[in-house]
């Protein structure tokens, strides 16, 4: 799975692909945070690897992984 840190227009938002919400964050490092937590949360119950994907001025960087 991979959860992806997004920012647009200065606005961070974290998209998880299991819910298909989008939540807004006031600053890169909360939305970070909180993708980090679903993530490790996923790979705990799940077993499968986990990603967090940060996406910021046209360019994406797989920044955290669980399980690999």
């Known amino acids: 799975m991979v959860i992806t840190v997004q920012c ?3 606005r ?3 998209l998880d692909p299991q819910t298909r919400a989008t939540e807004e964050f006031s600053t890169g490092a909360a939305a970070f945070d909180a993708a980090a937590s679903r993530a490790s ?3 705990c119950r ?3 690897h ?3 994907r940060v996406e910021a001025l046209g360019t994406a960087v ?7």
């Open 8 to 10: 647009t227009a200065q």
């Open 12 to 14: 961070w938002s974290v």
């Open 41 to 43: 949360e996923h790979h």
């Open 46 to 48: 799940t077993g499968q």
């Open 50 to 52: 986990s990603t967090v």
């Open 62 to 68: 797989d920044a955290l992984h669980f399980g690999r």
